[in-house]
């Protein structure tokens, strides 16, 4: 375990990373119209500062040796109670450096692309004041230095995904998406909350430092709790199975936004909260297990709706649950993952962001088409596009010398030698990767027209494919420069450690089969969609695979059919209980009373001889009662 | 400056102010509004003068203690004085008026009486500050029961079209409270003679009393049904929604964000600290109820078809939450607790005066009836996000350390009962986003055409201004909770809980776990 | 003599105005009954004044006198005046309290 020095010099400004893109946020949102003029100019700005800030502390960090890297910013105590203390310090070691510097620079870049992809929207100062939240909250999220303050960055994550999504308020579909984002979010966070007590609980502290010196010594049972509640939090975040259905729904936001909530924020946080929490997964062999098997069913769930989708957006986004289960996976194997999942999460972000610039960059030419079936031959209209997006195609799906073949490929390595199911099901989801990715660039960019009547494609502004083009550049480097010399590796061991993979089969071989299954994937690809005519409408004749992979694999049946159906009548009961069982007993009594006053009134008959008799009674009735109690 | 009668001078104020709107000619009727904020202003600056004198973890258990004989023969005496509880609740109950009655400028319809609207509101502000600060139990007793005078005349006078049901329900609903609050009152006085000798009320000499434990048990019920028909618990609530949504959008503020905390407040000040072997004994049942009422209200809530009663609910949800704390006795949990009270009063008060600005110009309580009115009025609709989120305890706003504090501290406690707890974080999203989908997103339809403006600069200023205040307390809870929590560990000794201090020994934690 | 024999005498005299209260339809003999009652009763009290040889009985005495005083005064005024609207003196004619 490395120490963590109290930040000074350049590292007390740690806080400012987080500090301007939340006062481009504060003003954006708070001023109103007075800066719609230059708002999107001042959003832009606080994420370059923030970015040149990073660099800055990256530079500084560089200069020093690795286990003296980390350091601690205090800001102020938040909550304390007893030994119930939350401070508001930002943690900055090598992985949250890593982070920064993604979520900043791949951030960015996309702010750059929305002022072109948002020029002319009456919302786009709004728009980039929620951008700028989300980066903030993500940054938070990364820099905290507890699980307490951690969990703030991650809510402010899944409201500013709730507000991005929603952001076409106007649009029908637009609310329900962005609700169920945050509500699916919200799942998961009971997990953080409970994972939060339980350590509380047992460990007296929410802190890292705390918490991970404590985990090696605790029980299994609790630390197998925590790993499992921290897993739910994942899942929810990072849109794995079985929370994996808002993803889809998540693209009603404008494309920028898909862009940032799948390369640089949002879904990554689940991977960096279990590499985080790596002391943790490391003590509980199980929770690791979970891990595992939630990524290996999302890769493949991931693959196989993404590649039924019509909808470019939503085939990309099912191609990121898929990479985000690929990082799952990475980071369930433990010391010999994390620093692969980080270093496939890294170029991720920047073949993913490049992707889906590039499909936003499509859509503005095609006046906000997204069906495919619609697109081809823009090849030829779009060259920028098609080469950025084609550069990102080839690195995904792992074509030496690109990005995703130095980093996938150490991932499935590293799965084989754990166990040769989770390699094979990590082969199958690169061939699938190969199949669905080869699907939308054919049915994009090559192949016949199929445009409709009314639209004529353009290339973008400079504006819009300047960071297209700095996001390919991205692609084609990151996965060499980071794998080169072990780069990434060196560089994060202090924090999440690091065993090489020892596997049966040898690295050069597994990388064969790998390649070849990718081949088969493209080839299977080029058959289907290239050789033989698209229809320009979905055909309704078809496999029980691929009429599933259309509904998602029926997640949405499910949630709908065990928690939406059964809730609504549960509620609906509720309320008629409410009404008339509990405030019926309530209007009962009242009425039982009313009706017992009515019976009594009619002694009063109004003579006021038969009132006097009464009297007369009474008091005799007291005298003898008198009596009878003095004998 | 420490020895100022400042609780005395805080509630005179507002009274001082409805005695000038009181004699205000019937021509310059419309200035009782500015009497009443100038008051109300006041109030507030004595109490935040008041607030800087406080000392911390001072020596002494009750500050700013002020004392009038009032009747000798019964040991009755006008006595004042606050803990950091009562301060801080003081301080919510000045904070809060301003901004209401800010909002609700012009919420008497033509024909009502401006003068008896504002000068009401003004004598419930007077009687709440004096039922957080009163010390002695009789003064407590009087003080909840004349609450209800004003509440009562506010709901029947100037609600909507079921107010006089609402109010004669609310009403007869807080009296049966209040009649057995007042047999449990005069048992207490009771067994203070035999044990002192002569009988008193004075709170101080009656909370280090050790009444037999069957006595106490009977006192607390007593009690504690009051409280938790005010507060409001499950099953005791159904009044509430129909208060709420009946009273104009002011009242409804005033009843759920101020005089609602005062049945939680009394269980912390009564229920635990005369009562400590009762608390005890009843804490597990009453933590029960909570749970019931943290997910019962927040499904009730989802399925509301009215804004103001989708509200209410979430309040009795919140509730739950802040009532569940109270009786987890640890630390963490009852500070949360205390603190969740003021987030919540100002929480549900923007969500309340937001729901009311709206219900203003669509003339409609139906959820149903709005669509859209982020296209019509984005700062409305923003202001309606912003309150919500605060109602669902997002992190940055007041309710999150209040409702985590809670979660993390009952834990300690009934660590089953926190689980099922956090349900309430889901249903909570649920509840507030799809009001808010049914209400601002989608085109303008229903009554958001037509007339249906953007808020005036009055109104943004009372929300922005309570806005601001959940921010600041989200941000730095410590401002209230380090004043909170030397009162709590005093009221967790009194009550003899056992102390759960988490543990970092092995061999401890594998206890706990094998006690679960 | 005997004390106990005027408390008879006032016992008999509070009967009779009991009877009377109760038989009697005529407002204005039910009223004589009510004063012959406060009349018995102030006859016991000034007995009881002589039998305990304090004068805290006679006292009382006067008291009841004053207010039959002032009884009178208001109901006769309360009689007359619906005498003057009904055209009768009869009690059970006045039931307007009956719902």
Sequence with gaps: METIAAASGITSLTWLLIALP???????????????????????????????????????????????????????TWMSLGRFKVDVALQLDQLSMAFVLLITGVGLLIHIYAVGYMHGDDGRRRFFGYLNLFVASMLLLVLADSFALLYVGWEGVGLASYLLIGYYQTRESAGPAAKKAFVVNRVGDIGMSVAIMVMFAAFGTV?????????????????????????????????????????????????????????????????????????????????????????????????????????????????????????????????SGYVYAIAFLLAHGFFKAGLFLGAGSVMHGMNDQVNMRRFGALRSVMAITT??????????????????????????????????????????????????????????FIGPKRWTQDVHPHESPVVMTAPMVILAIGSVASGYLLMRNQTLQRWLEPVTGFTEPDGALRPLVLTGITLAVVALGIIAAVVLFLRRPIPETAPSKVSVLVSAARRDLYGDAFNEAVFMRPGQWLTRSLVWVDNRVIDGAVNGVAAGLGGLSARVRRTQTGYTRSYSLVMLSGALLVIVLLWIVRL | MKNLPWLLIAGLVPLAGTVLIAVLPRKFEFRARWIALASSLVTLGVVIAMATQFSVGGTQKFQFVTSYKWIPAFGVNFTLGVDGVGLVLVCLAACLVPFVLLASWRDVQPGGSVKSYFGLMLVLQTVVIWVFSALDVFLFYLLFEAMLIPAYLLIGRFGGAQRSYAATKFLLYSLFGGLVMLAALIGLYVASQTLLGSGTFDFQTLSSLQINSGLQNLLFLGFFLAFAIKAPLWPLHTWLPDAAAEATPGTAVLLVALMDKVGTFGMIRYCLQLFPDASRTFAFTISILAIISIIYGALVAIGQTDIMRLISYTSVSHFGFIILGIFAFTNQSQTGSVF????????????????????????????????????????????????????????????????????????????????????????????????????????????VVGTFGEIRRREVLALSSIVALMIGLGVYPQVLTRVIEPTVKTTITRVGAVELAPTQIKDQVDKQVSKK | MNPMNYIYLSAALFAIGAFGVLFRRNAIVVFMCIELMLNAANLAFVVFARINGTLDGQVVAFFVMVVAAAEVVIGLAIIMAIFATRRSASIDEANLLRS
Aim: proline share 4%.
């Design chain 1, 22 to 76: 939340v006062a481009g946020a504060l003003i954006l949102l708070g001023s109103g119209r007075r800066t719609n003029a230059f708002g999107h100019l001042l959003g832009v700005a606080t994420i370059a500062g923030s970015f040149v800030v990073a660099v800055l502390l990256w530079l500084n960090m560089l200069g020093k040796s690795s286990d003296q890297r980390a350091t601690r910013d205090f800001l102020f």
């Design chain 1, 207 to 335: 802190t890292f430092q705390g918490v991970f010196a404590a985990a090696p010594s605790a029980s299994t049972g609790i630390v197998t709790a925590i790993g499992f509640a921290l897993l739910l939090a994942a899942c929810g975040k990072s849109a794995q199975f079985p929370l994996q259905s808002w993803l889809l729904d998540a693209m009603e936001g404008p494309t920028p936004v898909s862009a940032l909530i799948h390369a640089a924020t949002m879904v990554t946080a689940g991977v960096y909260l279990i590499a985080r929490s790596n002391p943790i997964f490391e003590v509980a062999p199980n929770a690791q297990m979970g891990v595992i098997v939630v990524g290996v069913i999302t890769l493949l769930a991931g693959g196989i709706i993404a590649s039924a989708k019509d909808d470019i957006k939503k085939a990309l986004a099912g191609s990121t649950m898929s990479a985000i289960g690929f990082m799952m996976l990475a980071v369930g194997l433990g010391k």
């Design chain 1, 387 to 444: 080469l950025t997006f084609g550069l990102g195609y080839l690195a995904i799906i792992g074509i030496p010398p690109l990005a995703g073949y130095f980093t996938k490929d150490v991932i499935i390595e590293s799965a084989m030698a754990r166990n040769p199911i989770i390699g094979t099901a990590a082969v199958i989801g690169a061939g699938l990767t190969a199949f669905y990715m080869s699907r939308i660039f054919f049915m994009t």
């Design chain 2, 340 to 447: 969740y009270m003021v987030a919540h009063g100002f929480s549900t008060a923007a969500l309340f005066l937001v729901a009311g600005m709206m219900i203003a110009r669509g003339k409609s309580r139906n959820i149903a009836d709005y669509s859209g009115v982020f296209k019509v009025a984005p700062l409305l609709a923003g202001f309606v996000l912003i309150a919500g989120l605060s109602g669902l305890a997002l992190p940055g706003l007041a309710s999150f350390p209040g409702e985590f504090l809670v979660l993390v501290g009952s834990y300690l406690r009934y660590p089953a009962l926190a689980i099922i707890a956090t349900v309430a974080i889901v249903l909570s999203a649920v509840y507030i986003l799809w009001l808010y989908q049914r209400v601002a997103t989608g085109s303008p339809r229903g009554v």
